[in-house]
């Protein structure tokens, strides 16, 4: 099998795999389950330095975004998108489909956004229930100042929903300072967990919001409301998948049980980053690097499909082209969680360069 180095799915550890094979019980009917799911839920609140609580829902990173937008938006919503990059722009979709009204204040794709001007745009605009922004933008690589760009929106009364999916555990995440009211989540990123949950935390702002609605949530299974009381009821609102919620916390603990791991992610990614331009190549952007992923422009003379695939078959490593807006254009190195370690980036960024040497 290739060695995975993609911005995600991420290769999962022994501990994290070893749980999953567990003893299973029946998650609606034990009790302890109920215990269990909840120490999972709070692993999660610590990590994100937050009182919010936070659910995990079986789904993929996108069901947690889409339950941010579903249970927010009622029709005629007016709503900030954010949007400098594919996951940002996609933003507005959801909004839609709820009935939403997505104004979109969109942004050079090659830098972050910057809270200043955001702060002159909002000075003429800011009637909007909440705003949605993507803290990684994992297609490009880019990184948003979240921790500037969320308190500026909060003085206006505007919620935030946060896409933290693909820098979360690899980013230093602080909700409750950098006042994030839906921060969402994904098992498959940087937590370097098997593909299937998310999670998000809930302020108290956003949890009222809910409650204040005019109209009901137009979802089931996107209703975040089904899983505030959970616990007291000992009630969820469908079968919770016990062995993967095994992993994730064996997972989570890898974190806590890892100090140094914000500033190993600080250090493989500026890393990679310079060993491959002082090769003379170029990364995607000129402001807000992620410290999980890293974009490298393909260079002419290439495509990306054959720098991709003669990574793999020279070096037995996977890497990722990228997608929509990026198509053909950026190659992907995913430098989170277990990836995230000094040899695999050296050993990576080895083979890329031998691979795009080629071109001269
Ligand atoms: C991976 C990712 C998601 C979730 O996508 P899935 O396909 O559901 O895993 C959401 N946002 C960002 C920025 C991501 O990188």
Redesign the pocket.
Known sequence: MLKLMT??PTRVRENVRLARSMETTNPDLDLTFYDFYKDTCDLISQILSTKNPSYILSG????G?EAACASLTEPGDRVLVLDNGV?GRGFADFVRIYGGEPVLYTTDYEEEIDPEALAGYLEQDHAFKYATV?H???PSGRRNPIQEICPLLKQYGILTVV?A??SMFGEKIEADAWKLDIL?G?S??ALSAP?GL?FVTVSEDASRAMHERNTPIASFYANLLNFETYYEDKWFPYTMPVSDIYGLYFALKNVIEDPGIYQRHQENADYVRTAIRNAGYQIYGNSGYANTVTAVVVPEGMTAEEILTGVAEESGIMLAGSFDTFAGKLIRIGHMGEQSNALDVKLTVEALLKVLSKSK
């Not at 993929?60 to 069901?63: D, Q, W």
Request: net charge negative; glycine share 14%.
């Open positions: 911005p995600g993929e990173g996108i069901l975004l996951f993507v990684c933008d994992t896409d999916v693909a969402c994904g498959q990123k593909i998310t």
